[in-house]
C-alpha cells in the first residue's frame, strides 16, 4: 500500500504539471486573434471532446511508441485536456490588451508576457485546473490494469493495489457459507480502503476550494 501511495502522488502531481505546462502553451496563442490557424487548431482540439480512439487503439499506441509497462503508459494517456484548454483560453480573453500592448513596447516577447505577465494572473485558473487533474489522475486504477505487465507490481497505484486486495478477498470469502461472519471482513475491508483513497482529498479540498470556485467562475465567461 505504501508503495502504492507513493506511486500514485508521484504519477498524479507529475501528471498535474505537465497538464498545466501543455495546457498554457497550447491555450496561450489560441487566445491571440491574430494567430492564424487559430480558429482551425480551435476545431481539431474540440473534436476529441467528442470522439476518440478508444481502448484499443490507445492500448496499441502506447505499446508501439515503447512505453507500455513503464510510468509513462500511466501518466502521458489525457494528459491534455480540451475542456482545460478552453477554460484557459477563456480566461485569457478576459485579460486587458492594454497589459500585453505596454509589456511589448517595452521590449516583451510573446514568452515574456506569459510568462510574467499572464501566468501570475491566471493563478486561480491554474488552481482549478490542477485540483482537476489531479483528482482524475489520484482515482485511476484502470491504466494499471491495461498498460502494466502483470508481474510488476512495483509500478501499481494505491486504487489498483488496494482493488487486488478486495478482489482477492472476495476470493477466498465468496466460496465460504454466507453471513455476517464471513461477509464482515470483506465489509470492513472495503470501508477501509474508501477511506485510504479519499482521505487525502479531504484533507487538501478546504484548502483549495476558493481557488477552485474563483477558477471555474473566472473561466466560464468572457470579460
Not at 483528482?135 to 501499481?156: D, F, R
Not at 497505484?157 to 478486495?166: E, G, N, W
Not at 466460496?175 to 470483506?186: D, E, I, R, T
Request: positive net charge.
Amino acid at each position: 500500500i505504501l508503495t502504492g501511495y507513493r506511486n500514485t502522488i508521484f504519477y498524479a502531481v507529475l501528471g498535474t504539471a505537465i497538464n498545466m505546462l501543455m495546457t498554457i502553451a497550447i491555450a496561450y496563442p489560441l487566445s491571440k486573434k491574430n494567430f492564424r490557424g487559430r480558429g482551425i487548431l480551435t476545431v481539431m482540439c474540440m473534436i476529441t471532446m467528442f470522439f476518440s480512439g478508444g481502448t484499443i487503439p490507445t492500448y496499441l499506441l502506447i505499446r508501439g511508441i515503447g512505453i507500455y509497462d513503464t510510468i509513462w503508459a500511466l501518466v502521458l494517456p489525457g494528459v491534455v485536456s480540451t475542456y482545460n484548454i478552453l477554460l484557459i483560453r477563456n480566461y485569457f480573453y478576459g485579460l486587458p490588451d492594454a497589459m500585453e500592448e505596454a509589456a511589448k513596447i517595452d521590449g516583451a516577447s510573446d514568452v515574456d508576457v506569459l510568462i510574467r505577465i499572464f501566468a501570475p494572473l491566471s493563478v486561480p485558473m491554474m488552481c482549478t485546473i490542477g485540483i482537476m487533474t489531479f483528482i482524475g489522475k489520484w482515482n485511476e486504477w484502470l491504466p494499471s490494469l491495461l498498460y502494466l505487465g502483470a508481474t510488476n507490481k512495483s509500478l501499481w497505484t494505491a486504487q489498483y493495489v488496494l482493488r487486488q486486495m478486495l478482489r482477492d478477498m472476495q476470493t477466498l470469502f465468496g466460496n465460504a457459507a454466507g453471513g455476517s461472519v464471513v461477509n464482515a471482513p470483506l465489509i470492513a475491508a472495503k470501508n477501509a480502503a474508501i477511506v485510504v483513497v479519499v482521505l487525502p482529498l479531504i484533507v487538501i479540498s478546504p484548502v483549495l476550494h476558493k481557488y477552485f470556485a474563483k477558477g471555474l467562475t473566472s473561466g466560464s465567461v468572457k470579460g
